[in-house]
């Protein structure tokens, strides 16, 4: 089956690598045009290196290579001014806007109790706030649109799980949660799904980075890849370490095609079994 989403236009956050370049690639191969924001920066509480301009043209680079158009635009989802900016100005290009995919995140870790004030602001202004910027600056050009439309928010097992030494990122991602069932009530009598999709761990930058282990493999001085790994494993039911960025896209092209037409309010996950451990 090819061109599940053809004609139709979506808007992607966290666009510049990672799960979100693979939805806008995944998209794009089904026929979809693509708006694509990334802050292409680092947060001062982000323990990892983030994306770069440089990422964020390969993302171009490989969406035009499939004959699909892009707009590209740096842009931070806590600055709604930015945000809604770079959509309006996308919509105006490419001439509608039929899919969302609210993907920009980030991680950081620390007990509860210790977090400082910053670090838990930066996670709920990015994986919360951040979540409803992007659906705030879209409803309306959905809503003119008259065509109906598929809003998916990118929340995570910890959305419907508790972590240890993640209660920032736990508690914004399980706000995703009701922020999704809530938009899906609103936008139903526009015919606009909304629906969250909920990944194990991802073989990304965000999971693969030397903070993500230290903290699963605290008593290890030294992790190998092999020990995080296995440590990772152990938190599915499947016999994987982690999934793949597609597989997450695959998900998000389901929910954004018409074979999801009457899919709303869902929370899909997409755990390799890890929620029902």
């Not at 600055?79 to 991680?107: P, Q």
């Not at 997450?248 to 929370?267: M, P």
């Amino acid at each position: 089956m090819t061109g599940r989403v053809e004609g139709k236009v979506a808007f992607i956050t966290g666009a510049a690598r990672g799960q979100g370049r693979s939805h806008a690639i995944r998209l794009a191969e089904e026929g979809a045009d693509i708006i694509a924001v990334d802050i292409c920066d680092q947060v001062g509480s982000v323990p990892y290196p983030m994306a770069t301009p440089e990422d964020m043209a390969e993302t171009v680079k490989e969406v035009e290579a499939l004959d699909r158009r892009i707009v590209a635009t740096q842009a931070d989802v806590r600055d709604y001014g930015a945000l809604k900016k770079a959509l309006d100005d996308g919509v105006a290009e490419l001439g509608r806007l039929d899919i969302v995919s609210a993907n920009a995140g980030i991680a950081s870790y620390g007990l509860a109790a210790e977090l400082d004030e910053t670090t838990w602001q930066d996670m709920i202004d990015t994986n919360l706030t951040g979540v409803w910027h992007t659906a705030k600056a879209a409803i309306p050009h959905l809503i003119a649109g008259g065509r109906g439309g598929s809003i998916v928010l990118t929340s995570s097992t910890a959305g419907l799980l508790a972590i240890p030494n993640m209660a920032h990122y736990v508690s914004a991602k399980h706000g995703v949660v009701g922020l999704m069932r809530t938009l899906a009530l609103e936008l139903a009598p526009h015919y606009i799904r909304v629906n969250s999709v909920h990944p194990t761990g991802v073989d990304t930058p965000m999971v693969q980075n030397d903070a993500s282990m230290r903290l699963f493999l605290p008593d290890v001085d030294n992790p190998t890849a092999e020990q995080y790994a296995e440590v990772m494993g152990s938190l599915n039911a499947l016999p994987i370490p982690w999934v793949e960025p597609r597989d997450i896209s695959n998900a998000v092209l389901f929910l954004a095609s018409d074979e999801a037409r009457y899919i709303t309010g869902v929370t899909l996950p997409v755990d390799a079994g890890s929620v029902t451990k």
